[in-house]
């Protein structure tokens, strides 16, 4: 496993979050997807040395899972109406 960072910007403000990839593909069956050669050069620009493209693939979904929890939090910290005063606990 390595540890890779994450920036983003939410709400106008930069994140950076760090986590963990695997290779996934020791554990599961492998298909073929096919992409033209524009999107395989993209999908090739987020990789790094050495990484597969099932690894870039993974490390993207992960990053779009962050960046939706991130926006939902936000979403919840900006809506007054779902925060509660501790006096009334």
């Known amino acids: 496993m390595s540890g890779r960072g994450l920036k983003a910007r939410i709400g106008g403000e930069s994140i950076i979050c760090?986590?963990?990839?695997?290779?996934?593909?020791?554990?599961m069956e492998t298909t073929t997807i096919q992409v033209d050669s524009k999107v395989r050069d993209l999908?090739?620009?987020?990789?790094?040395?050495?990484?597969?493209?099932?690894?870039?693939?993974?490390?993207?979904?992960?990053?779009?899972?962050?960046?939706?929890?991130?926006?939902?939090?936000?979403?919840?910290l900006d809506t007054e109406e779902n925060w509660v005063s501790l006096d009334e606990l």
């Open 43 to 76: 999908l090739r620009s987020f990789g790094r040395k050495g990484e597969t493209y099932n690894d870039i693939i993974l490390k993207l979904i992960e990053r779009a899972k962050y960046i939706e929890f991130m926006r939902e939090t936000y979403n919840i």
């Open 18 to 27: 760090y986590g963990h990839y695997s290779n996934y593909s020791d554990y």
